[in-house]
């Protein structure tokens, strides 16, 4: 569900037109609609039911301040990986008493900075680091409330970039050491046991993974909790969304075996989760990032160019991988899309940017409308890891971001000028001035 959608053979965003805020704006920019922020946080809030639950957004999947504040009005707590992110959410007036604060490399100087700030648990990812936070809070006189992340060791199906909760991975700390850590925990003195977490993948597209984590770790969260005055459980974030149109409106094979329950929505998710998570009389905590902003936020480009080779045809545009890494990154698939639908024509065509990479590509070989110089065109589901995944790789500049609401737009984030690119280099003292 998303509020991206034609009238009159325009693709608006809400009740704007998309063509309107390029004009406005420029391109290459990202277009975000608050509606849709909106209802996705607030689906899935109704979706889970229970009384004590709390949805932490992942500030890493998008971390404009005017996404943040938007979920902040809505009662969102914020899961967090840095200083930088908590600072973010301060900025957009979000409550740190409702964050979450994970990653495997805390510093000392974060972890201080997040004690004093009061946020509502560390999740912690291995033994030196609690060890860390313990000192940190001691210097402080504070005392540090955690959860551990339990690594329950199940494939979430996903890209192998982006699966976390298998032994392979960095992350969380071992399901049969879990016990240890915690009885270690408890004997240090700025150390309060609020929790306990787990997380085992984004972009997870099928219920089972969930299902089998959460019946690995919700025994342990009950042993743990007869022990040590635990308040909540986490089980991460990961939902994923859908970014193949023959997905979106078709009837994929697994849909065809059946009205299948393993289509995960937050109804299915809800009704096969809760069931297991219910009895615990935990707080549940959900972090779900890609879910809530992925549909969200589209990329509009221009077409700078028509290049044919005679192989290939080419549509050269004036976005590329520095603003939407992922078709680079994880071979990802974005839906294109006519700003103005002016031709039902169809041509084989590779998307690219002006990037001097061959990785520099939206999508290859793909039938899409005949698109002629100056088009504009859209890349769906860019909410989610686009912006925040940006970099000045080229000395391109950052781009435009848009918010709109009902009919109202505005800009949230203004285009990078390009000498704000190296405002942060110098020359070496050694050069004479010229
Ligand atoms: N919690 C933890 C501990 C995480 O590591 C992540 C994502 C989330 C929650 C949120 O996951 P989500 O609900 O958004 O799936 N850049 C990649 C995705 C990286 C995900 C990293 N961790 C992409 O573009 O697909």
Not at 1 to 21: N, S
Not at 56 to 64: D, E, H, L, M, T
Not at 117 to 129: D, K, R, T
Not at 403 to 431: H, T
């Amino acid at each position: 569900m998303h509020e991206f959608q034609y009238r009159a053979g325009r693709l608006c965003c809400e009740k704007v037109p998309v063509d309107k805020i390029v004009r406005e704006h420029g391109s290459p920019v990202y277009v975000y609609s608050q509606r849709t922020l909106t209802e996705h946080f607030q689906r899935l809030d109704a979706a889970l039911g229970l009384a004590d639950r709390l949805i932490c957004y992942a500030v890493k999947a998008n971390s404009n301040l005017a996404v943040l504040r938007t979920l902040a009005d809505l009662g969102s707590g914020f899961d967090i990986v840095s200083e930088g992110e908590l600072r973010r959410v301060v900025a957009a007036g979000g409550d740190p008493g409702r964050c979450v604060f994970a990653g495997v490399g805390k510093t000392a100087r974060e972890i201080e900075f997040a004690l004093r700030q009061g946020i509502y648990c560390f999740n912690v990812e291995s033994e030196p680091e609690l060890e860390r936070i313990n000192k940190v809070a001691g210097r402080l006189r504070k005392t540090a409330p955690v959860a551990v992340r339990v690594n329950p060791n199940v494939d979430a199906h996903t890209h192998a970039k982006i699966t976390t909760g298998t032994y392979e991975n960095k992350f969380g700390i071992a399901f049969e050491q879990v016990e240890a850590v915690y009885a270690r925990a408890a004997k240090l003195k700025h150390i309060r046991l609020r929790g306990l977490q787990m997380h085992i993948g984004s972009q997870l597209t099928e219920l089972e993974p969930f299902e089998q984590a959460v019946r690995r770790v919700a025994p342990l969260a009950q042993r743990l909790a007869e022990r040590y005055p635990l308040e909540f459980l986490s089980i991460g974030g990961g939902i994923g969304i859908v970014y193949q149109p023959a997905l979106r409106s078709g009837a994929p094979e697994w849909w065809r075996k059946g009205p299948s329950r393993n289509l995960l929505t937050p109804a299915t998710y809800a009704a096969a989760l809760v069931p297991l998570l219910k009895p615990l009389g935990l707080r549940l905590l959900l972090e779900p990032g890609r879910y809530i902003v992925g549909n969200a936020g589209i990329l509009v480009t221009r077409v700078e160019y028509i290049k044919r080779t005679g192989r290939k045809n080419f549509v050269i545009v004036d976005a590329a991988m520095n603003d939407l890494i992922r078709p680079a990154f994880y071979d990802a698939y974005h839906e294109i899309v006519p700003v103005r639908q002016t031709t039902s024509k169809k041509v084989s065509s590779d998307v690219v940017g002006p990037i001097c990479e061959s990785g520099d590509y939206f999508c290859k070989d793909r039938l899409l409308p005949v698109l002629a110089e100056g088009d504009l065109i859209a890349l769906l589901s860019a909410g989610a890891y686009g912006s925040v995944m940006g970099s000045n790789y080229n000395s391109r500049a950052f781009p435009a971001e848009v918010m709109v609401d009902g009919a109202k737009f505005s800009l949230v984030r203004r285009r990078q000028q390009l000498e704000e690119i190296w405002r942060l280099e110098q020359l070496p003292s050694w050069c004479g001035d010229r």
